[in-house]
């Protein structure tokens, strides 16, 4: 299976770099300062209320979203809907109203924790699976779900959670994908098998006409979005029921006839697929906790593997996979800084859903069937913390004695900024993501480049390299600047990267200082003055060496050299590189890496 | 003693002013060309020195008087050689040529609006008419009379040079002067007239006040301007008086050297670092995999890991493999917990993915290394590291961003120790001392918090987020003692403070924005 996996996620990746740049959208979401896409979810006001047990003001709500780590995005009156984004990414039950109301309803009135029923010896519904998933996307659990009652207002909410679930904890349904189906329709028991891309055809979603598996990869809208998936298997998963008909084709479309949930439904099968056991089990248990929040009965289906899973032949889901941890109280002062009672700690987990015995000075804690983030004792205890309030806890200064510093290369490159500021020089900062165009062919540069560090997959071409030096960004500040007043003097010390085997990670990141100067009397002598006077400052001892060099003219361009080291070059820029940049004005510039200056 | 607005306005007299005020002599009035032969001055210094009197209501203007003098224009030169087009076309028409329009304008000498022009004004005048094929042909009889009046003055003007119109005598020519100067459409004219106004200039009561002061004063315009070498080295300049300057003139602006706003900022940020006890730490913009992720316990099917989140190199597409024990504690934790107490992400952690090289992501790379490389103990670090994230360009993403970020290791730091961090943060950094702290989510931290504070101006905004790093994290990498990870978010502060709403302004290559902004300090 790991086999598989690798397989998979290399034939997403060559199939996203084969579809080309603009295909390529980020994930729905906004990010959180580390870059992580956080899920935000709709819900209207009077459901999250129904599903609390009360009415919550707005100023209620936002005191209590720290509890799910939630913002309050918008509450849009006229239609009573609320945005709420949900910080967690490792927390797929809270992105649901369900599961936010839960976890204010339990701080609020401590009910006794959600814990899976017992499996019954006897289940009725089951689901067979087939030996030939196992190395296209082997897992699959379900329940049942009864008296729902499938509304106008609660149609979308399913919706939602199944494209939370499925795009952003199944990662675009690779690793899970939901599939819901009114039970009327459906005669158990259900096999989940695969087919040839020809040899099955049905009518799926959104379309009126059969189509063939094959068919739907390549036509159908959701077949094009989700292809990448099965990229590379020669037979197609499918759900079918005890009479043959088309249940759905996973992970891609439910069937028009069997798989199309609809307001009045009242009884629903829930069906989960996927690549990760555990994760399609934790699916399953966070639609069946949603849906008993909303009052329906949810029943158990067993599926029959054709071979041995980590949880055996035969397994019933839900299924509670939550495991007790225990956790000292020692850690939980050692940690918090706060020594808090075991009593204590037990009330505060208790109404933070997990369920707790103390023994002694330990407490052993049970997470909620619909949570698997808990890997580690310190998880249990920031729920501690949360629960408690983060506001609880009194501010402590580190009180231990730190000397301060900036690096060598830091100190040299500002004093660098300095002298040229002082020289006359206006600072400015470039992107260092660019384009090849702009650091290769705009420059004079011919053929390939070599050592350029280019990006796989960019999102625009304009963003596609690392600069190797800051010659080009120098350039695009003056193309930007013919309205300025001349004379024109920038600079720029910064980053720039180029390919280096020796160095580790195999690209070497240098500090690196240009300078430019551009008015219609820029000659080599002004800007070789500039570099004088700023060698002179360091206490440089450097010579150029004369050099043919595409970017400058013939004759006015020379490497930087200090001791046997090529550090840069300095020049006037020729014409036709002035020409391809648009610019209308003289420009002479250098630019030398400040890196092997340092400590020599 | 002198009234103290006359006083004011002695002292801020320019030396031409004076010899101006001192040509008037006893005279009421004078001419201009008078006044510049007393003074000495030339036409433009003598105009530009009565301007300024006059500004200052010194002097007024008495009499003026515009003379307009009539010389030859280029056109009229030519005609002067060649007879005007009119009377060369009616010659050419006695001789018995046979000419169209066309004709006329096909190698005659003539350009194309002087053809029209004259064909026009001889129909006009009933002198010729055009017949079959457009073939012109005089009509005899007609009066062209002007035409040679004309011709006659053309000739006149050539000899004279000019003529000062508005004599009565000559009220014929004026006319046909007039005429055709205007006339003939956008066709040159053939004369030029210049209009010459000769003034006569008075002293107001003020001025004569002026005038006074500045003979008893004996000032005869020798105020010294500049100071020289040669003043002060035979010492020249005792006894001189110096023009005082008007000072609340406001000068055009230079544009000397200086530092980018944002950059300056950030110095401004990291000067302050360095007081709280932070040592510095710098890392590779390309990392791998694994200390830009793995490292830090973000699993492998961690959706910021994917295609979609992360820029890959092309070439080479992987580094060196991951020294141990680094990369066998890591791949342990993320598998099965193992070392750390925990149960891991339980997953098959690929080993060939962790060399996978990406653009460094987040700064926390850079904490990840300095972890494995024996830190000191207690030890602060930051970092302000370019980071690259996988967004459209807009007004709030760039392609490359600062991160400033770092780690605080320590024996008995606690979750209350990072919440005095963040407060530290933010009143030393963000000058805010009231603060929120709310739950947050990383992978890398547990217990994670997000630092809230409320800017003056921009009321609560997120100002970072931090967390002391999960065991599965400072384990592997062999640090025993609890570890703060730290980042902060000053972007929007430094564009509040910079009066910018775009990002994309942050880093404008436009020279003339650059120049434009000014320097903040943080606040």
Redesign the interface.
């Known amino acids: 299976m790991?086999g598989h996996?690798?397989r998979c996620q290399s034939a997403?990746?060559a199939h996203?770099?084969h579809v080309g740049v603009r295909h390529?959208?980020?994930?729905p979401g906004a990010?959180?300062?580390?870059?992580?896409?956080m899920p935000t979810i709709t819900a209207l006001k009077r459901d999250f209320e129904a599903l609390v047990g009360r009415s919550v003001t707005l100023d209620e709500l936002e005191a209590a979203l720290?509890?799910v780590?939630g913002e309050l995005k918008e509450h849009v009156p006229a239609t009573d809907e609320l945005r709420i984004e949900l910080?967690?990414?490792?927390?797929p039950d809270l992105w649901s109203v369900e599961g936010i109301a839960r976890q204010i309803r339990l701080a609020e009135r401590s009910p006794k924790p959600l814990r899976a029923a017992k499996t019954p010896a006897r289940i009725d519904s089951r689901i067979r699976v087939t030996d030939d998933l196992r190395e296209i996307r082997p897992y699959i659990g379900a329940c049942i779900v009864r008296g729902l009652g499938v509304t106008d207002a609660l149609l979308p909410q399913l919706i939602q959670t199944q494209e939370k679930l499925a795009e952003?904890f199944g990662?675009r349904r690779q690793?899970v994908s939901i599939g819901l189906y009114p039970l009327q329709k459906i005669v158990f028991p259900l096999t989940y098998t695969t087919s040839a891309p020809d040899e099955a055809s049905f009518v799926p979603l959104g379309v009126d006409r059969a189509m063939t598996l094959r068919e739907i990869v390549a036509e159908h809208p959701k077949g094009k979005t989700y292809a990448g998936i099965l990229a590379g298997c020669a037979r197609y998963p499918l759900l079918v029921d005890q009479r043959g008909e088309i249940l759905s084709f996973p992970p891609i479309i439910n069937s028009q006839v069997l798989g199309a949930v609809a307001v009045g439904d009242d009884e629903l099968l829930v069906e989960v697929t996927g690549t990760?056991l555990?994760m399609v089990m934790l699916a399953v248990n966070i639609w069946a906790a949603n849906l008993a929040d909303r009052g329906a009965r949810i029943d158990p289906v067993v599926v029959e593997y054709a071979w041995t899973t980590p949880m055996g032949r035969r397994v019933a889901t839900p299924r509670d996979l939550s495991?007790a941890v225990s956790v000292p109280s020692g850690l939980v002062a050692?940690?918090?800084?706060?020594a808090l009672r075991p009593a204590e700690s037990k009330r505060l987990l208790t109404s933070y859903g997990h369920r707790v015995t103390v023994s002694g000075s330990t407490l052993k804690v049970t997470p909620p069937p619909y949570r698997d983030d808990i890997?580690?004792?310190?998880?249990v205890?920031?729920d501690l913390?949360?629960a408690r309030g983060?506001?609880s806890?009194?501010?402590?200064?580190?009180s231990?004695?730190?000397?301060?510093?900036?690096?060598a290369?830091?100190r040299y490159a500002?004093r660098v900024?300095e002298l040229?500021?002082?020289?006359?020089?206006?600072?400015?900062?470039?992107?260092?993501?660019t384009s090849r165009h702009e650091v290769w062919e705009r420059m004079g540069r011919r053929g390939d480049p070599e050592g350029l560090?280019?990006?796989?997959?960019?999102?625009?071409e304009?963003?596609a390299v690392?600069r190797p030096t800051l010659l080009a960004s120098l350039m695009?500040?003056?193309?930007?600047?013919s309205?300025?007043?001349y004379p024109?003097?920038?600079?720029e010390v910064g980053?720039a990267?180029v390919?280096d085997?020796a160095?580790?990670?195999?690209?070497?990141?240098e500090v690196r200082a240009g300078a430019l100067i551009a008015h219609p009397t820029a000659a080599f002598s002004e800007i070789h003055a500039d570099l004088e006077s700023l060698a002179y400052a360091l206490g440089l001892t450097y010579r150029l060496e004369p050099i043919p060099h595409p970017t400058f003219i013939e004759g006015r361009a020379g490497t930087i050299v200090v001791g046997d080291r090529a550090l840069g070059v300095i020049g006037e820029v020729a014409p036709q590189v002035l020409e391809t940049w648009g610019i209308g004005m003289p420009c002479v510039l250098f630019d030398f890496e400040l890196d092997p200056l340092i400590g020599g | 003693m002198l009234a103290p607005e006359i006083s004011a306005l002695l002292d801020g007299l320019h030396p031409l002013e004076v010899r101006v005020l001192l040509a008037f002599g006893e005279v009421p009035s004078v001419a201009e060309a008078a006044l510049r032969e007393t003074s000495g001055l030339d036409a433009s210094r003598l105009s530009m020195a009565l301007g300024w009197l006059l500004t200052k209501e010194a002097v007024r203007i008495e009499r003026e008087t515009v003379t307009r003098r009539a010389s030859l224009a280029e056109a009229g030169e030519r005609y002067a050689a060649e007879l005007v087009p009119e009377l060369r076309i009616l010659e050419w028409l006695a001789v018995g040529e046979r000419l169209t329009v066309a004709d006329l304008r096909a190698g005659r000498g003539l350009e194309p609006d002087e053809v029209s022009g004259a064909v026009g004004a001889l129909k006009g005048l009933g002198a010729i008419r055009i017949v079959e094929g457009g073939v012109l042909e005089a009509v005899p009889g007609a009066d062209v009379a002007e035409f040679h009046a004309l011709q006659r003055l053309i000739g006149a003007l050539r000899d004279a040079g000019s003529r000062v119109m508005g004599d009565p005598s000559t009220a014929d020519d004026d006319r046909l002067i007039e005429q055709f100067f205007k006339k003939r459409g956008k066709a040159k004219g053939i004369f030029r007239i210049d209009e010459e106004k000769d003034r006569s200039y008075a002293l107001t009561p003020l001025g004569e006040a002026l005038a006074q002061a500045v003979a008893a004063k004996g000032a005869v315009g020798e105020e010294v301007s500049q100071l020289t070498p040669d003043l002060l080295k035979d010492g020249a300049w005792r006894g001189k008086v110096f023009r005082k300057y008007n000072i609340g003139l406001r000068p055009s602006r230079v544009f000397g050297g200086k530092k980018h706003p944002y950059r300056a900022f950030l110095d401004e940020v990291k000067t302050r670092l360095v007081s709280m006890g932070f040592e510095e730490m710098r890392g590779s913009l390309i990392e791998n995999e694994f200390w830009n992720m793995d490292a830090l316990y973000m699993p492998q099917f961690h959706p910021a890991r994917e295609i979609h989140d992360v820029y890959f190199v092309r070439e080479p597409r992987e580094s060196r493999p991951i020294p141990e024990p680094f990369a066998t504690n890591v791949a342990q934790v993320h598998e099965s917990g193992k070392g750390a107490g925990s149960v891991g992400w339980r997953y098959p952690f690929d080993p060939s993915r962790a060399r996978l090289l990406v653009l460094r992501s987040q700064g926390t790379a850079v904490s990840a290394r300095t972890m494995a490389g024996r830190p000191k103990i207690p030890g602060k670090y930051f970092s302000i590291a370019r980071c690259f994230r996988y967004d459209q360009v807009d007004a709030t993403h760039a392609p490359d961003f600062f991160q400033i970020e770092g780690i605080v290791l320590g024996e008995g730091i606690t979750f209350r120790t990072l919440l005095g961090l963040l407060r530290l943060f933010a009143v030393e950094v963000a000058r805010a001392p009231e603060v929120k702290f709310l739950p947050a989510y990383f992978p890398y931290t547990e217990p994670s918090v997000e630092l809230h504070v409320k800017h003056p101006k921009l009321g609560w905004m997120e100002l970072g987020g931090a967390g002391l790093f999960r065991p599965e994290v400072t384990l592997p990498l062999g640090v025993t003692v609890p570890v703060i990870a730290w980042g902060l978010g000053l972007d929007r502060m430094a564009m509040m403070a910079l009066g910018i709403r775009d990002i994309r302004d942050l880093f404008t290559p436009d020279l003339e924005q650059i120049r434009a902004q000014r320097a903040v300090v943080a606040p």
């Open positions: 790991n996996l690798r997403l990746r996203v770099r390529v959208e980020p994930l990010q959180d300062l580390l870059g992580f896409r720290p509890l780590k910080n967690d990414t490792n927390r952003l990662r690793t990760e555990r495991r050692q940690v918090l800084g706060d890997m580690h004792p310190i998880d205890v920031e913390a949360i983060y506001a806890f009194v501010p402590e200064m580190p231990q004695f730190t000397v301060g510093s900036l690096s290369l830091e500002d900024r040229l500021a002082g020289l006359g020089f206006q600072e400015v900062v470039s992107s260092i993501l560090v280019e990006v796989d997959n960019p999102m625009s304009s963003f690392l695009r500040i003056e193309a930007a600047s309205k300025a007043v024109h003097k920038v600079f980053e990267a390919v085997p160095a580790d990670p195999g690209c070497r990141t």
